[in-house]
Structure formats: C-alpha cells, structure tokens
C-alpha cells in the first residue's frame, strides 16, 4: 500500500463529528459494542498489485495482507468503508479507522506519505511476513 492521504469526508461536518485536531475526529461508536465514543481518521492509499498479498487488491476488494496487520498493530478497526467511493475508483482506496485511543490514530497518520507493505519469509516450512512501514 502506498501514497497515503489523509482524506476529509463531507460527514465530518456534521455535528456528529468534532475536530479534535488536524484530520482526527470524535464521534460516537458506530457499533456501540463497548465504547460510546471513538476517533476517527479517513485516509486514502493504493494498494500494489506487485507486492505480497495484495495481488488481488484493488478499491472495490482491499487486501487483507497487509491491511489487517496496520489494523493490529495500531489497535484499530475500519468504522467506514466508503464504499461508493471505492465502487468508482480505479486506483484509490477510501478507509475510516476508528479507535478508542486518540493515540492510536496518531501513530496511524504517520503513515501519511509513507508506504506500508509486507515482506514474506519462510521458516520451518511455512510462509509468514513481516509488515514494513516505509
């Protein structure tokens, strides 16, 4: 995944939303499973086709290697997919990260400008990756 950006919806100015600071939002959790309120960013980024475990990927389909692996190492979770953005998007996929933690979306936006992808490694047989920030 490469080119992030951060990327401002127009739902960010409802009142829903506070600004919190540059590009982090407060809002309530859309799941209401155990917090009621969570920040939130909205990024854009490319996935490579080239690059391990996003052969596949594309907006309409974001890999998950190594998508969930910037999830967990971050402790966050997708709160919006943006789908109709992504539905008409060659090239640029759309992604909403919630977190209850404000620090956990600030460690996120450091990917801004940077590139993130997984390098494969094999031991005892078996296939694994590291993630790699850029």
Do not use: H, W
Not at 35 to 40: A, F, M, N, P
Not at 50 to 67: A, H, L, N
Not at 108 to 128: F, K, N, Q, S, W
């Amino acid at each position: 995944m490469k080119n992030f950006q951060n990327y401002t919806p127009e739902k960010y100015a409802m009142p829903d939303y506070e600004q919190i600071e540059e590009g982090i939002y407060r809002t309530k959790d859309p799941y209401g499973a155990m917090l009621e309120e969570i920040y939130v960013t909205s990024l854009t980024f490319e996935q490579e086709p080239e690059c391990y475990g996003e052969e596949e990927g594309c907006p309409r389909y974001i890999s998950q290697v190594p998508f969930e692996s910037l999830l967990d190492e971050y402790s966050l979770f997708v709160t919006d997919f943006y789908a109709s953005l992504n539905e008409k998007s060659d090239t640029v996929c759309y992604q909403e990260f919630g977190s209850g933690e404000i620090e956990n979306i600030r460690k996120l936006r450091a990917v801004i400008g940077r590139r993130v992808y997984a390098r494969p490694y094999e031991e005892d047989g078996e296939e694994y990756y590291n993630l790699v920030i850029e």
